[in-house]
């Protein structure tokens, strides 16, 4: 019987780590701007493919 | 309506709309690229966003840009390289990297997003720029050795997002962080409720004869750890509301409920210390999880908007001061002393009560007054402060501080000084929680009385059952859902409320005041007609002439007469003040002022007429005039039936006749308003026992704002200025007013119908409590019941409550 006992302080352990991940979640202001990362989200796409043009027109003028 | 949308209504073909701004283009030789630009500030923008490789801006939204049509000065923003008013404005700073935020009006779609976080790439100094995009802010790091807090706000401004430095931003040092306490409170009470629920199973199921006696120790003493948290941090706030409103002598609903929840905790912590039961914690956890979360839908805070603004969130932080040797300088506003010389440029607030000293000041109160046209100031005439210039640079001689001038005055009027009436514990919720804990109370002492005679070993038992199982907390979510959703479905309609009190408030009122300018007038379309003869063709020329001016009368004319088609100017000519004049097809046409045009003295020229002469022919005038708001006049009528209706205009009788026809003989009509005479008006009625909503939208209405019961502020575009009030609500749903004033008096109705669900779940508890057989599971079943079926009810309620507000 003593299985169940570990498997619920392993339990609760996992879940005290997800209890963490909110804590922190907060605390670094994610609930302070619902919006913007959503947009720009959708940006960065577009970024990467610009970067690597960039990169690959500094290959070609090496 | 804004203009373009207006354009667009009557299917101007794409072809003729800006590139960067998607206006109507009147001039189609604005051309680069291919592309087409209404003005020389929306060409400049794209030609620094092309250089930059950015055009990608163009792709994300069409035609994202904000017009550009008015002229950026050189050095606007010099103020800023001031160290006193960096220090202030800086936020973070570290050796040479600072962080700023700036708020940037403009922002409207997810390509001004994109370009803003591309600010790096603009100025090399910058490190890194964040958008936030409901607060229209922008925060910036960047390295002040290789650039400047001005370079940075330059840059900004030249593609399209002017930064809006208020006199607030510098006054107040307080950053505003936003407190997320409460949803921390949350998560931590959410999560203690589910693992104690988790870990209470097997003793729901009676699994409680376990094997082995250490397993039932392990659980409850799981449970009690798990508890500490939601008693000490989540419910902390009940604790101190209850110990604030216990010291002020006066029983507010969060006093039963900290009550419950101590009584609760200390018999679960005595039960399992003693080993002789389980305790409630799942439920104690379960209702601070519940009313947590009631709580925060109430107080949810809109970031885009501030209810809280004075007269320093209108006045610009910079002023060019001119030196005695005449050199210009950017200075702080706040720096600003009597007898300095002031040069005031077109679009500028005017900061301090002045007398004009240099230029033709033709200014725009229309926001501080109530004036709906603007006044012109001949040299040597004293101008107030917070009016708009219109016509071209002026300088200025400053005859009092900003603090002291007429406008600022207000301020000091004792309606700005005692903040208590904003106090949300004069709610009917609180006095009936008051009658509810009395009534808890009796039955206590009642059913412990009776138990003391039957079976004296359970009375302390059958007490604790009872405050606990009869927890108040069903009024609480009662009321905080339902003024949560309420609150919701208002700002579906852009019916912005403060606090839910204010609900409450609105629906107490028997009286309505309403300003005339910007209030129950649309605040930026006006209507031009036209009194005189005039054919077909002349109306050709008038649109072609009018069409190049940027004055706000010109532009007025050109609206009205907007299909026309256009011929070439010739020798256009603009005269400050006076009027505008140009060859087209040949024929000299002037428009302007009565003397302008005519070169006679006979005509009186009032503010809002225009006159027009072909070839030295004068033809007749153009009024312009205020447009009422859509439906108005049904509005009125809907409300002429239930409240009392008052017009206080700070403008002049012009429009008596007209608001006549629209609000009745009956009703009181008062102009040449002061903002004292408003504020005092309000009084009045208060001392008379009505109840007043005042509707206002500028700075002349704050006092009458302020003082009223109600003060809602009407706005057409919600990042403007608006003053201090209770409510902003935008000037598109002007004509839903009597459905939303209905809807907020079926609060009430809604919260008394959870009570009634409430107060049976609580008999079915007490019942079980008072003959002494609350278990656990009992509790436990109960409370989330109770509790959702409250939400649902709310919920449903709401909903059909708000049927009328969307058809």
Known sequence: ?62 | MSKSEFILDKKISKKDVCFHCGDFVFNTDNLIDEKQFCCNGCKTVYEIINQNNLCTYYEIDKTPGVNQNHEHRKGKFDFLNDELITEKLVHFRQESIFHVTFYLPQMHCNSCIWILEKLPQLDLGVLKSTVNFIKKEITIQFDNGKTKLSKIAEKLTDIGYEPHISLNDVSKKSLKKIDNSRILKIGIAGFCFGNIMMFSFPDYFSLGKFDEPAFKYFFNYFNLFLALPVFFYSASEFFISALKSYKQKFLNIDTPIALAILITFSRSVFEIISNTGVGYLDSMSGIVFFMLIGRYLQNRTYQQISFDRDFTSYFPLGVTRIDKDGKEQQISVKDLKIGDRIKIFNEEIIPADAILFLGKAIIDYSFVTGEATPVSKSIGEIVYAGGRQTNGAIELEVIKEVSQSYLTQLWNNEAFKNKTNVNNDDSFIHNVSKYFTYALFSIAFIAAIYWQFVNPSVTLNVITSVLIVACPCALLLSATFTNGNMIQQLNNLKFYVKSSSVIERIAKVDTIVFDKTGTITVQQIKNALFFGSINEYQKELIFSLVSQSNHPLSKAIAFSLNNYKKHFVRDYLENLGEGISGIIEGKFVRIGSAKFVTNNKKYLSLGTQVYVSIDDNYLGYFEIKNVYRNNLKNVIEKLTKKFKLSVLSGDNNNEERNLKNLFGENHSMLFNQTPTDKLNYIKDLQKNGNSVIMFGDGLNDAGALKQSDVGIAVSDNMNNFSPSCDVIMAGEHFHKLNELINFCKKQKTIIYSCFGISILYNIIGLYFSVIGELKPVIAAILMPASSISIILVTITLTTFFAKDLHD
Not at chain 1, 33 to 48: A, G, H, I, Q, W
Request: no cysteine; hydrophobic share 40%.
């Open chain 1, 1 to 62: 019987m003593s299985v169940i006992l570990i498997l619920i302080s392993t339990s609760l352990f996992i879940a005290l780590g997800f209890l963490g991940a909110f804590i922190w979640s907060v605390k670094s202001g994610q609930y302070e701007d619902d919006y913007t990362p959503s947009v720009r989200m959708l940006f960065e796409n577009d970024v990467k493919q610009k970067e690597t043009e960039n990169t690959l027109s500094d290959n070609k003028i090496k």
